[in-house]
């Protein structure tokens, strides 16, 4: 110590060969004589020089940060937890109070600048200490600590008075001065503890810890002088509970410095390391480290576990964790870092520490190969490529040597093994230089064409997986590529390291937020979780949300998938939630709670606006407009499922762009109960195509309605009177006039022929209406119904002629593969004909086949009804979990 004390003053002045007034000089020396003594007034007198430090497990180490010793509540709260540690010996590390670093290094900034609001601003340094104190300490303790801190602003006034005179600070002066918050906030601690009757040093680590600065503008530690330097401290100051300054030490030659960056937890480390202590806890004001950026993804866990390695490598590119250097002194003697949360104690936190074979013994970690996810933004990519760099030795040499000679920072470097292109990561801000240096560096090489371009890719960020199980998993990259494919992310670079602990991709930054939340949703929430926006929540969508609120959590359950009802969207009214809607009020909800229907914000909540990447938009409107919009939702990688038929049954042109957009993206369009409800119609023709099977003829009866009318119209009963009783039973659209047109059943048959391959218009289908020719202008369905007995003769007369020949009357549409046409029509069949077996609404759809021909193949059911219907829609949306990885 007194070596420090001698030498400090001169080592200052050496840093301002300029000032050489005597008053400049005299200030400098005498506030350095200050400085370098403002812990010795707590030295024990008469203290014994051989007590030895008893290093081992008996210590603890603790590290709280600017937050969490932010006012006087909060400084005792870090006391309380001091006093309950039950280690019997205890350093802690404190950092300067919340943004007092900040306002040292902008009174520097004021005085270097000759602003003289420096010391006004120094004032206010003082008030907030001198507050703080007067609210925590009292007596002797109260007045020691106010007597220092004047002491040190006096000094500081000096300092900065010659810093004023000079309008330079050099880098010694400057940490000096911003390193006074930690050793306030020491003694303050110091002083708390001590009221409590627990015996309490504290250290001024500058007196302890010695660093090497690096040309990295970074610090070296030096362990052998750092541990000489504390045992002789310890020796003079022996205590059980040490309260050290984080973030300041000094350099061989005793001049003070900083850790830099994270520099209060690197003293941390460092002294669990000097006292090869039992563990290191570092108090913040988050619950632990996070699988990924809770603000980017709001279903982030709490990682219970993690590996130095997994630490250092989340913390590298950008995961709020710890810095990659406050890991290396810890792990020499494996003692574990914890982070824990000083507003909730209760929180377990999260434990770094060296892997081990029974590490995943928790449950935890078994079922997650990649531990969490980290991004860097605002980086841009650089790619150097061309033919004369293949087969080159040191081009790569020549490429980084002069990107550091601009000082820019390379953050992922990625080489394909031909050697014809080299291209990596800087941050956004250095790119110029380093395309500036570049092009210089290979002008002629430019020239030539050995090297063909340098380009630069602006707008971007790296995603990076991290994960040590990522090793000894077959298929992590797969799942983490696939995720990005079916999230439509396009990624522009790709680095793996042979150890396999990251994998770090770039891509566009508009689309790393999507790719981060893609790629955890993948491995940390439900195996397949699904964003899903109802759009008509009228009886076949009511009925719909009702069948997901029964199964969600079963799904969840069983199966792993996750149906999470983001949006629901009627005719006047949303209803839009962040976490998913509560479909057991969900009709309360949308009418307490709902807004202004807004159908382009809806889709943006449903698709964007959440961490789930895979999202889908399920139509129950039989709105032509609402399927106009199919292919712009299929283009932003929405999936789509409905069972409106307007898309499929619509304009040729406008089919097959649909069609051709969906079979060329991960996006897929799901339309199953657009033909027969619940049957599986257009599932079964596509097995029978996929599997080399030719459709000669499908017919069928595709209307429940019509299915129900005919099934009864028979004996003496008049056609009107039949269909009174199926509008009064709910068969029938509120105007019946929508179900005897034919016009419903023509768009199946289209989207039928248009499965099979032919191209056809819906104008192309002839169809028999059932409406008498003059009543199709009727205003009103009751008059409609009021009309209809006049005409019945016509249809009791053709059931009477059937009825004589052993046949009955079916209504059915027809797609007539082999001749290129369909039809939809009034036909007889046999009653032993299949079709002439139904009852009730049944459906029922016959495929001839050249495998089928005989005998054709038969599906037959309830084609009907809200029930089935959306049964046939819920059908489709499992179906596209399995797609996107749900099991089977």
Known sequence: ?????RTHPFSLLQCYPFLNSKWERGELFKFGIRAAVTSEEYLLDGAPENIQLPRGASWSVHKFGGTCVGNSERIRNVADVIIQDQSEGKLVVVSAMSKVTD?????????????????????????????TAIDLLDGDELASFLSHIHHD??????????????????????DFVAGHGELWSAQLLASVVRMTGVECKWMDTREVLVVNPTSSNQVDPDYVKSGERLENWYSKNPSMTIIATGFIASTPENIPTTLKRDGSDFSAAIMGA????RQVTIWTDVDGVYSADPRKVSEAVILKKLSYQEAWEMSYFGANVLHPRTIVPVMQYDIPIVIKNIFNLAAPGTRICRSTDNEYEDGQTSVYPVKGFATIDKLALVNVEGTGMAGVPGIASEIFGAVKNVGANVIMISQASSEHSVCFAVPEKEVKAVADVLESKFGQALSSGRISQISVIPGCSILAAVGQRMASTSGVSATFFSALAKANINIRAIAQGCSEYNVTIVVKQEDCVRALRAVHSRFYLSRTTIAVGIVGPGLIGGTLLDQLKDQS????EKFNIDLRVMGIIGKDSMLLSGSGIDLSKWKELLSQKGEMADLNKFVQHVSEDYFIPNSVLVDCTADSHIASHY????????HVVTPNKKANSGPLDQYVKLRDLQRQSYTHYFYEATVGAGLPIISTLRGLLETGDKILQIEGIFSGTLSYIFNNFKGTKAF??????AKVAG??????RDDLSGTDVARKVIILARESGLDLELSDIPVQSLVPEPLRATASAEDFLLDLPKFDQELSKQRQEAEDEGEVLRYVGVVDVVNGKGAVELRRYNKEHPFAQLSGSDNIIAFTTERYCKQPLIVRGPGAGAEVTAGGIFSDILRLASYLGAPS
Do not use: C
């Open 631 to 638: 292919y712009d939702w299929l283009h932003r990688g929405i």
């Open 153 to 174: 602003i006096n000094n500081l006034k000096a300092m900065l008075r010659a810093i004023y005179i000079a309008g330079h600070a050099t880098e010694s002066f400057t």
């Open 103 to 131: 306002m040292m290094y902008d009174l520097i900034y004021k005085a270097q600048s000759r602003d003289d609001s420096y010391l006004t601003a120094l004032d206010a340094v003082l008030e907030k200490h001198k507050l």
């Open 1 to 5: 110590m007194a070596t420090f004390n």
């Open 720 to 725: 009107s009177q039949v269909v009174k009783e």
């Open 274 to 277: 000097l006292f090869k202590a």
């Open 553 to 556: 959590a079963s799904l969840k």
């Open 731 to 736: 068969y029938t659209e509120p105007d019946p």
